[in-house]
């Protein structure tokens, strides 16, 4: 099963500074999981369908992003229909934290969707729970009201990933954020779908 998608959302690689963060966290996940979990890259000309395989979609970089409107349309109804997105800052880039507060503000505008924008995570989030902490990764939230939706890092978990350092806490964060997602119904098998026929 995927557990998660990166997003390519631009050329030249700004999504993709770190190559093996994804690919060495789900070896991790294999652990957690006792069976293997994968990851993969995609575009949003991806259809929902394809786009709700994966629980998590994430994405990173250091430049701002745009993303279309027919693309911030597509993410919309990804969250919508369960779906979770996951941003962080590669480098700490504030270029990139501030266009993802505004994507956020394009997929649920203000006038339409009041109080969807980001807000520091209380300590005993859910996707904190159960769990012994070194150093909290420092997070923000969007939220219906109901559940987390999009979380954006202050930290770079993603260097974490890529070099595999295991004396932090972004694998155990990573674990910590399927189960909020998933819960106990585990991940989907690939293919499997949610939409009707």
Do not use: C
């Not at 974490?160 to 098998?189: I, K, M, N, P, T």
């Amino acid at each position: 099963p995927l557990a998660f998608y990166k997003l390519d959302h631009r050329e030249g690689h700004d999504d993709d500074l770190n190559p093996r963060d994804l690919a060495n966290l789900t070896r991790n996940l294999w652990v957690a999981y006792e069976r293997p979990v994968n990851w993969q890259k995609v575009s949003l000309k991806a259809s929902l369908g394809d786009l709700l395989e994966a629980p998590v979609v994430f994405l990173s970089g250091t430049r701002a992003v745009w993303i279309r409107k027919e693309g911030v349309e597509k993410l919309r109804d990804y969250v919508l229909s369960g779906g979770t997105i996951l941003a962080e800052p590669s480098d700490g880039s504030p270029a990139f934290a501030r266009s993802i507060e505004k994507l956020v503000r394009r997929m649920f505008p203000k006038k339409e969707y009041p109080g969807f924008g980001f807000k520091a995570l209380e300590a005993d989030h859910g996707v904190y729970s159960g769990l012994e902490w070194t150093q909290r990764p420092r997070l923000r939230g969007a939220s219906d009201g109901s559940r987390t939706f999009f979380f954006l890092s202050d930290d770079y978990l993603s260097a974490e990933w890529q070099a595999g350092r295991r004396d932090g806490d972004a694998f155990q964060f990573a674990r910590s954020l399927l189960y909020y997602v998933r819960g106990d119904q585990g991940l989907r098998e690939r293919f499997s779908t949610v939409i009707p026929r």
